[in-house]
């Protein structure tokens, strides 16, 4: 079966970081990927992991571990405008392009 | 490149009726997917398309959904006799190109209410 698991809600403060974590079990793998998806907008792609380690892009980095099923989203210098769903997604398995989304995790930022 | 398009952007029908969504990706995408999104939810996977070819699609479809991408380009996803409980968002999404990461671009979705 697929079973992405991630927190339904979490708070900052502006300029703090954060954590979001994913874990995943799933019939096979092929890549994580995490979109943030504002309040009636569509999800927008932040990053991708397919082998292990940290990727980094910007304020935002992606931290994956296979053999755990394991991933995490640190956003930095955290924004009021970053006050949104982090969706984490998986995709499955070589031969197929779908990706399987978890329920995502809603953070408010606060001032 | 304009995006991931959709259309219409809201539908208000009644219980019975049937519906349809199109969607026009990304030109250069040979891959389009269909998704679902309720409040408070992820979105669920409903079917995807590899240029003209149905490649995929979910088991929790019912048989009153289809989608259809006749030329390979744009695509529509019918839902027919609707039920108060295929309010939702649709997603449509587009992959591929010289580019390709795998990830998925999405449109703005087209919000189904039944009533």
């Known amino acids: 079966g697929q079973n992405i698991d991630q927190p339904t809600e979490m708070t900052a403060t502006e300029g703090a970081i954060v954590q979001i974590n994913c874990t995943y079990q799933t019939s096979g793998f092929n890549g994580l990927f995490w979109y943030q998806q504002h309040a009636g907008e569509a999800p927008t792609f932040l990053s991708y992991n397919v082998l292990d380690g940290l990727e980094e892009k910007g304020r935002f980095s992606s931290f994956l571990s296979r053999s755990k099923g394991y991933s995490y989203l640190l956003l930095k210098e955290l924004q009021m405008k970053d006050s949104a769903s982090y969706l984490c997604a998986v995709r499955g398995g070589y031969n197929t392009d779908k990706l399987i989304f978890g329920t995502g995790t809603r953070l408010q930022v606060f001032p | 490149d304009t995006g991931v398009s959709q259309d219409p952007r809201h539908k208000i029908t009644k219980r019975g009726q049937n519906v349809t969504f199109r969607c026009d990706p990304i030109?250069?995408?040979?891959?389009l997917y269909w998704y679902r999104q309720t409040l408070g939810q992820g979105p669920e996977f409903l079917t995807y398309?590899?240029?003209?070819?149905?490649?995929?699609k979910s088991r929790l479809l019912s048989d009153r959904f289809s989608a259809e991408r006749p030329k390979g380009s744009f695509s529509t996803l019918e839902i027919q006799r609707t039920e108060q409980g295929d309010s939702a968002m649709y997603l449509c999404a587009s992959s591929g190109g010289t580019a390709n990461t795998g990830e998925l671009f999405f449109g703005e979705g087209s919000r189904l209410t039944v009533l």
């Open positions: 030109s250069e995408h040979n891959r």
């Open positions: 398309f590899q240029n003209e070819a149905q490649l995929e």
